[in-house]
């Protein structure tokens, strides 16, 4: 969003008196009403794509580096700072109102078209080279910022000098009419990125398409409305410019499928098999077949590996099992891993699964390998699936309802999963639970992250819970599975997962004598996992609220 910049007070010499500048007001093809028409349609144009290209970075970066929150504050802060600075350069370019508008706008629509893609070919090739450049896709998200920032910020105050040509006017009037335009075009924008252009075009089409639109509006302002206070030289230059941005546009456009798949399988491996993209996040199934591991990516972090998914399921699972647990309520675990473990117990009545994502669901019941991992857990008449967020069913799901629950959520070092960690939501997990009942949750790995581990336990026992902390090891290391993606460092991906058995009163951590026995968790493994959780303790961690998240 680009700011208001003020004219010149009223007495002063008007901008087109100033040496090197034209000696008339500018000479308009149109009636000067239109023109102060058309000059204010462009900065609601222009406005509009300031604001997608803001918020596109925001959200590719919150996809590829986690922590939308940080990375929201880096993209805002420092675009609002370069808009500033650029603000202050286009003073010199005063004289020069609609040669330099044109350039501004050709750049701007060149740099924030192609920035989302030179973002994610970063990202998906070099981003585990490790050493000097293990920062370098965050490097270029504040370089993008900043140099949008700046183009952005250039915009008013030459747009402000190409409107007091048309007619002069007071300040107070001109910044008003610029001033709405360019609000009520970042509205727009606003609103055109997360309902038309992110679910219809993507995140790299959308930010191609936001550049050509930028560069048609700009030059066609400069070079249809002002083109005779330019020199013929500066009309080819012009002219020749934008039909270059334009061709490169076009061309990354016509590739941008071949090139998502290239950086895809340069994230992911060769063996993607699904990759789509639905209303919460980015799905992607690798392996499966073929005697190859099945591993399933949500938004870039690795959630199940055929690997070592029977590890964490089990301890997930069996633990809070061992009690009365005729009714099993399981939050997340739309992959339908914890359901198949669930159901391995006698006694199992009805499972209530309520997972946000149904396209994960309905991969869980179609995909071949991922229907066969789960042993076909969603096809049991004893299991209703539920597709809402995990927080507003609890706050209508009815009290004493439930023997055991599951929480089978993504990490909570993840922005996105942060209220599904918090004391408000343990508080409602707690409410469902009938007498004796038990509640486990997976609180991120013990080893890697025993400040967040230890978070929640924390924020379990404000919820008025007793706890049992746990672990397990035996991850397959090499993607992360948290809240960061791929860790420059692959020897430093967590090899561990941490959970917490909490009920009303201390729960024993025990397997159920009178339950099937795990394939690979032991009485034995179980009492090391909760003695080693133990020898991380951090005392003394404040709980984790809504409005106070401590993830």
């Not at 969003?1 to 034209?22: D, K, L, T, V, Y």
């Not at 093809?29 to 058309?38: D, E």
């Not at 007091?164 to 007071?170: E, K, N």
């Not at 034995?524 to 404040?542: H, K, N, Q, V, Y």
Request: aromatic share 6%.
């Amino acid at each position: 969003m680009i700011e208001p910049h003020a004219p010149a007070p009223p007495g002063c010499p008007p901008p087109w008196s100033a040496p090197g500048g034209p000696a008339a007001p500018a000479r308009l093809p149109v009636r000067p009403g239109t023109g102060r028409f058309l000059v204010l349609a462009g900065v609601f144009v222009c406005a509009a794509c300031g604001l997608v290209y803001e918020l596109e970075l925001v959200a590719l970066a919150s996809y590829l580096m986690g922590d939308s929150v940080t990375q929201a504050s880096v993209v805002l802060s420092v675009m609002v700072f370069a808009m500033g600075i650029g603000s202050l350069a286009a003073k010199r370019l005063r004289p020069l109102a609609a040669a330099g508008f044109g350039a501004v706008e050709a750049a701007l629509a060149l740099v924030g078209g192609c920035s989302a893609m030179a973002l994610y070919a970063v990202f998906a090739w070099t981003g585990d080279w490790g050493g000097m450049w293990a920062n370098g896709p965050r490097c270029l998200l504040v370089a993008f910022s900043l140099a949008t920032g700046l183009l952005i910020g250039a915009e008013v105050p030459l747009l402000m000098e190409l409107i007091q040509r048309i007619r002069r006017q007071d300040a107070g009037g001109a910044v008003a009419d610029l001033s709405a335009a360019d609000y009520v075009g970042a509205l727009v924008g606003g609103l055109a990125f997360p309902f038309l252009l992110l679910p219809f075009l993507g995140q790299l089409t959308g930010a191609l398409l936001t550049g050509a639109v930028n560069a048609v509006v700009g030059g066609a302002l400069v070079l249809g409305l002002f083109r005779r206070d330019l020199t013929r030289r500066a009309r080819w230059l012009l002219l020749v410019g934008n039909a270059l941005v334009l061709a490169v546009l076009a061309a990354a456009a016509v590739l941008v499928d071949d090139f998502e798949r290239a950086a895809r399988q340069a994230v992911y491996g060769d063996d993607v098999r699904v990759a789509l993209r639905t209303e919460v996040q980015e799905v992607v199934l690798t392996g499966g077949t073929h005697g190859r591991p099945l591993d399933l990516f949500l938004d870039g972090r690795l959630r199940v590996s055929g690997r070592d998914e029977l590890r964490y399921h089990e301890a997930l699972v069996h633990p809070a099992m061992s009690g009365p647990h005729a009714r099993v309520l399981v939050l997340g675990g739309g992959d339908g891993l914890a359901t198949r473990e669930v159901l391995h117990h006698p006694g199992v009545d009805r499972v209530d699964v309520v997972e946000i994502d149904a396209e994960v669901i309905r991969l869980a019941r179609t995909d071949p390998a991922l229907s066969a991992l789960n042993r076909h857990a969603f096809g049991d008449p004893r299991v209703h699936v539920t597709t809402e967020d995990a927080f507003g069913w609890l706050r209508g799901a009815p009290r004493a309802t439930y023997d055991v629950v599951v929480s089978d959520l993504p990490d909570p070092g993840i922005t996105a999963s942060t209220k599904l960690y918090s004391q408000e939501f343990y508080g409602l997990a707690r409410r469902v639970l009938a007498p004796g009942g038990r509640l486990v949750v997976h609180a991120g790995p013990v080893a890697a992250g025993p400040r967040v581990y230890w978070t929640v336990e924390a924020t379990l026992r404000a919820a008025g819970f007793r706890t049992a902390p746990y672990g397990t090891g035996g991850r397959h290391a090499g993607f992360a599975a948290g809240p960061d993606r791929t860790p420059a460092d692959r020897s430093r991906a967590p090899r561990d997962w941490g959970f917490v058995l909490a009920a009303r009163t201390d729960p024993r951590l025990r397997l159920d004598p009178d339950g099937p026995r795990p394939r690979v968790l032991t009485e034995a493994s179980l009492t090391a996992g909760e003695r080693a959780a133990r020898r991380t303790r951090i005392a003394g961690l404040p709980a984790s609220t809504l409005v106070h998240p401590r993830y």
